[in-house]
């Protein structure tokens, strides 16, 4: 069974910053597209963020283009999500998994990671 374990959230100004990483369990990561999705309150998991087994192709969501940089290392199972010039609309709880759009389906939900964007 796959676990996801994300950190790196915490409570950020308005145009701070924070990195977001995510640890996987899964013996082939670099087989798997990843991506970073985000749920903010009372709405739907969106994704925002993803990249290939190889990290050389990627791509954002509009709103975070710009601002937020995906990146992987193979070699310890993990992805990370760069926030920067951080939104109060960025608010939400981050999460990592398999791109559900490549894959079809999800490995079981981490936790996920708030991250709180106030003054």
């Known amino acids: 069974q796959v676990q996801i374990v994300e950190s790196g959230g915490g409570l950020v100004q308005p145009g701070g910053s924070l990195r977001l990483s995510c640890t996987v369990s899964?013996?082939?990561?670099?087989?798997?597209?990843m991506g970073w999705y985000r749920q903010p309150p009372g709405k739907e998991r969106e994704l925002v963020a993803s990249l290939t087994g190889g990290g050389s192709s990627i791509w954002y969501e509009d709103s975070v283009k710009g601002r937020f940089t995906i990146s992987r290392d193979n070699a310890k199972n993990t992805v990370y999500l760069q926030l920067n010039s951080l939104k109060p609309e960025d608010t939400a709880v981050y999460y990592c998994n398999r791109n559900l759009r490549v894959h079809g389906t999800a490995w079981d939900w981490g936790q996920g990671t708030q991250v709180t964007v106030s003054s």
């Open positions: 899964t013996t082939i990561f670099s087989a798997y597209y």
